[in-house]
């Protein structure tokens, strides 16, 4: 009988697995059927990796800090040949996100009602203004940060293989990117609870803490090392005027609406004010009234973005904050933003004493027809990305040929060995 269970569990966990799998790529079926590299997954990773070598590549860092994933991806990539590497790359891609789904929906988060994870897990499906990071590995680090989050506020590992699962998704994230610096401070909430103080939980530190730790210290020599440099040297452009807009137009409407609805539609400072200024008011409340949970799920996204929009990268020469109202730029700085977003409504609607089920049922019926609005995301260009890999393909050892990649304008050249 406990075989029999076992099978049944692997076996839904696998359609679980499939299903969700499917419906992200359905969302752009180029990234099976055309897939083509993304900005840095050309021109750095795959460049890199062909040239260097993987294990001579792997470790440097890119942009001022380590990026593990995207190196460790393509390296695994290219062992298929490279008309193949891009497609494998989107493959793991995906993957990485349902394995985020399924540890939602896992015995993990068993003190969430399955009616709110569920909902969760298709808000993240069908999430608007993604198109910049779907489903390229370059910019996996922005939701394996969330995954790690996930970790770090799930019930305890009980069995060797949640250890493990746990260690992995720590080092995978802690080594890509600088997100293992920005949660931190969650990961040390939870502890400072569970122990009673940070007296007691220094004393009852856990092996996952110092690791997280060597982690922490690795990205910030390596940002120190960069000294800034590979960020652009324009101005900001800041100002709390156009910080309200941002917020208001990125992250409250654009949890749940496309950009371009809500900049054609929003277009009072006033209200986008009053708006900011509520948004404000509530979290400021809830991080100081509710569980620890919450303030770690409202405390990172709020950290990241404050980093994200102190040093973006939306321009080289003009002030770099005004763009970003515009549709489709600077997607990545709210992927985070947004599904914390949505999963904080979803908590106060758990707040509830009664009547929460069917609010959360009509909740999600009134937002996943405008969820379901976006679902299609346009295909890349083709720029000409097949047509120079036959070229490299039937090159002879030693020449150069410039391949392009998406977005339009990128290429990298590339020695054939």
């Known amino acids: 009988?406990?075989?029999?269970?076992?099978?049944?569990?692997?076996?839904?966990?696998i359609m679980a697995f499939s299903?969700?799998?499917?419906?992200?790529?359905?969302?752009?079926p180029d990234v099976i059927f055309n897939a083509q590299p993304w900005a840095e997954d050309g021109a750095v990773w795959i460049k890199g990796i062909y040239t260097k070598g993987f294990?001579?590549?792997?470790?440097l860092p890119q942009?001022?800090?380590?990026?593990?994933?995207?190196?460790?991806?393509?390296?695994?990539?290219?062992?298929?040949?490279?008309?193949?590497?891009?497609?494998?790359?989107?493959?793991?891609?995906?993957?990485?996100?349902?394995?985020?789904?399924?540890?939602?929906?896992?015995?993990?988060?068993?003190?969430?009602?399955?009616?709110?994870?569920?909902?969760?897990v298709i808000y993240f499906i069908l999430m608007p203004n993604v198109s910049e990071g779907f489903v390229n590995i370059t910019n996996v680090h922005w939701y394996i940060s969330m995954y790690l989050l996930s970790v770090i506020i799930a019930t305890p590992p009980k069995s060797f293989y949640d250890k493990i699962h746990d260690f992995t998704v720590l080092i995978l994230c802690g080594l890509s990117g600088p997100f293992v610096i920005f949660l931190a401070p969650s990961l040390i909430i939870r502890r400072y609870v569970e122990n009673g103080g940070?007296?007691?939980?220094?004393?009852?530190?856990?092996?996952?803490?110092?690791?997280?730790?060597?982690?922490?210290?690795?990205?910030?020599?390596?940002?120190?090392?960069?000294?800034?440099?590979?960020?652009?040297p324009a101005p900001l452009g800041a100002s709390l005027e156009l910080l309200s807009e941002i917020i208001t137009r990125k992250l409250v409407f654009g949890t749940f609406f496309d950009n371009t609805f809500s900049i054609l539609t929003l277009s009072s400072l006033f209200f986008s004010k009053v708006i900011f200024v509520a948004l404000v008011l509530l979290i400021a409340y809830s991080l100081f009234t509710s569980s620890w949970r919450v303030s770690?799920?409202?405390?990172?996204?709020?950290?990241?973005?404050?980093?994200?929009?102190a040093k973006p990268m939306i321009d080289m020469t003009q002030p770099q904050w005004p763009p970003i109202l515009n549709p489709g730029v600077g997607e990545r700085y709210f992927f985070i933003t947004n599904f914390c977003f949505f999963i904080f409504i979803l908590f106060l609607i758990n707040k509830l004493k009664t009547y929460k089920n069917i609010v959360?049922?009509?909740?999600?019926?009134?937002?996943?027809?405008?969820?379901?609005?976006?679902?299609?995301?346009?295909?890349?260009?083709?720029?000409?990305?097949?047509?120079?890999?036959?070229?490299f393909q039937n090159a002879p050892s030693g020449e150069s040929v410039n391949i392009r990649i998406n977005p339009p304008g990128w290429s990298f050249d590339l020695i054939k060995k």
């Open 1 to 13: 009988m406990y075989s029999v269970r076992n099978f049944e569990k692997l076996a839904f966990w």
């Open 63 to 120: 942009d001022g800090y380590f990026q593990t994933i995207p190196r460790l991806t393509y390296g695994i990539a290219l062992c298929f040949g490279i008309a193949k590497a891009a497609l494998v790359s989107n493959v793991i891609s995906i993957s990485l996100r349902v394995f985020f789904l399924m540890f939602l929906l896992s015995r993990r988060f068993s003190f969430i009602d399955i009616k709110f994870r569920i909902a969760a």
């Open 198 to 232: 940070i007296i007691n939980a220094i004393k009852s530190i856990k092996i996952f803490d110092i690791v997280m730790a060597f982690c922490c210290i690795i990205q910030i020599v390596s940002i120190l090392n960069a000294g800034g440099g590979s960020r652009s």
């Open 296 to 309: 770690t799920i409202a405390l990172f996204p709020i950290i990241m973005l404050a980093f994200a929009l």
């Open 360 to 391: 959360l049922m009509l909740f999600m019926a009134l937002i996943t027809p405008a969820l379901l609005i976006s679902f299609n995301i346009p295909k890349l260009a083709d720029v000409g990305y097949r047509e120079d890999i036959l070229k």
């Open 55 to 59: 294990f001579n590549s792997l470790f």
């Open 19 to 28: 299903f969700m799998f499917l419906l992200m790529a359905a969302r752009r």
